[in-house]
C-alpha cells in the first residue's frame, strides 16, 4: 500500500504563486503516471497536470503557461509549480499516483486565491 501526503497549499491573491508537493510512503517503481487534480466545491474532479514515467506532461488548457509539474529524483515526490494564480484556481488539489496494478489518491491540499 502507497500512502501519498501532500503540502504546499495555502491562501495567495491573484498573481502569486504556490509549489505543491507530494510524496509517497515508499519509492514507487512500477508508476505509469503521477499527477494533480482539483476540486471545487460544487464540481467534479478535473485533471490538472500529469507527468508520464517517461517524463511526458499535459495539462489542463486553463493551466497551460502558469502551472509546472515535475517530478523528484527520488520517484517518490511530484511537485507542482503554480504561477500567475487566479480565483478560479481555488480547489482542493489532490496527488495521484498511477500504477500497473493500482491508483493511488493523496488526501488533498486546499488551495485559495483571493482577487
Known amino acids: 500500500q502507497v500512502q501519498l501526503v501532500e503540502s504546499g497549499g495555502g491562501l495567495v491573491q491573484a498573481g502569486g504563486s504556490l509549489r505543491l508537493s507530494c510524496a509517497a510512503s515508499?519509492?514507487?517503481?512500477?508508476?505509469?503516471?503521477m499527477g494533480w487534480y482539483h476540486q471545487a466545491p460544487g464540481k467534479q474532479r478535473e485533471l490538472v497536470a500529469v507527468?508520464?514515467?517517461?517524463?511526458?506532461?499535459n495539462y489542463a488548457d486553463s493551466v497551460k503557461g502558469r502551472f509546472t509539474i515535475s517530478r523528484g529524483i527520488a520517484k517518490n515526490t511530484v511537485y507542482l509549480q503554480m504561477n500567475n494564480l487566479n480565483p478560479e484556481d481555488t480547489a482542493v488539489y489532490y496527488c495521484?499516483?498511477?500504477?500497473?496494478?493500482?491508483?493511488?489518491w493523496g488526501q488533498g491540499t486546499q488551495v485559495t486565491v483571493s482577487s
Open positions: 495521484n499516483v498511477k500504477t500497473y496494478e493500482d491508483e493511488y
Open positions: 515508499r519509492s514507487i517503481f512500477s508508476f505509469t503516471a
Open positions: 507527468i508520464t514515467r517517461g517524463g511526458a506532461t
